[in-house]
């Protein structure tokens, strides 16, 4: 596709149960990031794949978030036992690595945690 | 990777151009000057790119000066909708990790 696409746009969970986002790259990226946006202006990287391999997973808090690109299925990014510090928006962007510094986000998934 | 500087906030009003300068002094040589715009609710969205001189698009201009350590972002004519956070970045390559600083929330009144 020509956008990147997230699901769902909205997760409520509480304290302590998982939490599992999806994204769709656009169509021939190499590239896929996970960022989380906490305050309003405030984003934070977590990880990068290229393909279906890691390729920077330096923000990753690995206690608890794990992630996966795998061939023919949406990227996906699960927080095994959520805290409430957890809530945020997590955005999803893709990229080819021809482009310099261009990434394409996806609308993000709200994720509040109760 | 080069850290930026910008302002906070900044307001105008329709019709007005803007203008939003960054700081970047520590570029590096294959840096590239990159703007992003975020509207509430939406991801970010790149606007507009350049390594020298000046880059004009349907949406805005960017002009950097010789030394590159600074960047300005500017738009014409702004309306209510340019109101959104704008974000200057700079690096290299695609496959790279963005490096967000705070952004500069630019609010346009009627």
């Known amino acids: 596709g020509e956008e990147v696409a997230q699901t769902p746009k909205h997760l409520v969970r509480g304290e302590g149960q998982k939490a599992k986002l999806y994204c769709a790259p656009i169509k021939g990226h190499s590239y896929v990031f996970w960022y989380q946006q906490v305050l309003k202006n405030e984003f934070k990287f977590l990880i990068s794949?290229?393909?279906?391999?890691?390729?920077?997973e330096t923000g990753m808090p690995k206690e608890r978030f794990s992630a996966k690109c795998l061939p023919n299925s949406p990227c996906s990014l699960e927080i095994q036992a959520t805290k409430l510090e957890d809530s945020a928006v997590y955005f999803c962007?893709?990229?080819?690595?021809?482009?310099?510094?261009?990434?394409?986000f996806g609308p993000g998934t709200r994720l509040t945690v109760t | 990777l080069a850290k930026t500087t910008q302002p906070i906030s900044m307001d105008s009003y329709e019709g007005q151009e803007v203008n939003i300068t960054c700081s970047h002094n520590?570029?590096?040589?294959?840096?590239?000057i990159t703007w992003y715009q975020q509207f509430p609710s939406q991801g970010p969205r790149f606007i507009i790119q350049g390594y020298k001189t000046k880059v004009t698009n349907e949406v805005a201009s960017l002009f950097i000066p010789a030394d590159r350590k600074s960047s300005t972002l500017s738009l014409p004519r702004v309306s209510l909708s340019d109101t959104a956070v704008y974000y200057c970045?700079?690096?290299?390559?695609?496959?790279?990790?963005?490096?967000f600083g705070t952004g500069t929330r630019l609010l346009v009144s009627p």
């Open positions: 520590n570029i590096a040589t294959n840096d590239y």
């Open positions: 962007a893709s990229s080819q690595n021809s482009l310099p510094y261009e990434q394409y």
């Open positions: 794949f290229q393909n279906e391999n890691v390729f920077d």
């Open positions: 970045l700079v690096g290299d390559t695609g496959f790279q990790k963005l490096v």
